[in-house]
């Protein structure tokens, strides 16, 4: 039997609605498990943590359905067509499909691109293909750990552009980044994370509302590994 451990304990954070918050922190500081456990893919062992209104101890599947996550892995299918994936993707989780096609030209990848299998794209455009499902789904809580890995500075470039127009329109985005002070220049706060805790934390930008779309009280969220 493997031990299990907590990747978070004793994290208190709060991110209110219309906020954009950068997450930095070494290799192996809860970055990433931290943004897996808001997106409700990893459970909560103990303590509180409520997302979008919602307690994701007991809500984890529906708050995964509100949110927008672009983890490490694209999670599409390399038998699909880019289209096809990112159409698939949109639908499962309940969004509009009607902003597939704007969100995979707005990504360069319509056309050609659109048809092509997922197996015949390069790792950035596959990468691309990931983000225009959240462009695309357009969700309240847009999560993106490490979004600019794997592009092409035109690439990057439109991710931010991207990111500022959500910002722009009230979406709440939080980004995990080795690229510090590209991160820093989108969202406006910054969060570190040191040993599964937060270890200190900038000023913030005025938020576009109070309430609260993550809130992670003090001693709670172990959330446990194997």
Same mark, same amino acid.
């Given at each position: 039997m493997v031990d299990r451990f907590p990747a978070l304990a004793g994290m208190d954070l709060?991110?209110?609605?219309?906020?954009?918050?950068?997450?930095?922190?070494?290799n192996g500081a809860g970055k990433t498990s931290l943004v897996r456990a808001i997106a409700g893919l990893? #459970?909560?062992?103990?303590?509180?943590?409520?997302?979008?209104?919602?307690?994701?101890? $007991?809500?984890?599947?529906?708050?995964?359905?509100?949110?927008?996550?672009?983890?490490?892995?694209?999670?599409?299918?390399?038998?699909?067509?880019?289209?096809?994936?990112?159409t698939f993707a949109v639908a499962a989780a309940g969004g509009d499909v009607g902003g597939v096609g704007p969100a995979l030209d707005q990504l360069a990848l319509g056309g050609r691109l659109a048809q092509l299998t997922l197996d015949r794209l390069s790792a950035g455009q596959r990468r691309r293909a990931a983000l225009a499902v959240v462009v +695309?789904?357009? #969700? +309240?809580?847009w999560l993106l750990d490490e979004p600019h890995a794997g592009l092409d500075a035109q690439s990057r470039d439109t991710l931010d552009a991207i990111v500022k127009d /959500?910002?722009?329109?009230?979406? @709440?985005?939080?980004? @995990?980044?080795?690229?510090?002070? $590209?991160?820093?220049?989108?969202?406006?706060?910054?969060?570190?994370v040191s040993g599964g805790v937060i270890?200190?934390?900038?000023?913030?930008? +005025?938020?576009?509302? /109070?309430?609260?779309?993550?809130?992670? #009280?003090?001693?709670? @969220? #172990?959330?446990?590994v194997a």
């Open positions: 709060t991110i209110e609605r219309g906020e954009s918050v950068l997450v930095t922190g070494s990893l #459970p909560i062992a103990q303590g509180e943590a409520i997302v979008l209104g919602s307690d994701l101890t $007991r809500f984890r599947r529906a708050v995964r359905r509100q949110i927008g996550f672009l983890g490490h892995s694209t999670s599409l299918y390399d038998e699909l067509t880019t289209a096809e994936n990112v +695309a789904r357009d #969700p +309240a809580l /959500a910002i722009r329109r009230g979406r @709440t985005v939080v980004i @995990t980044s080795h690229e510090w002070e $590209r991160g820093r220049r989108l969202t406006g706060r910054e969060v570190i270890a200190g934390s900038s000023s913030s930008h +005025a938020a576009a509302e /109070a309430d609260s779309v993550v809130n992670v #009280p003090g001693e709670s @969220t #172990p959330v446990h």
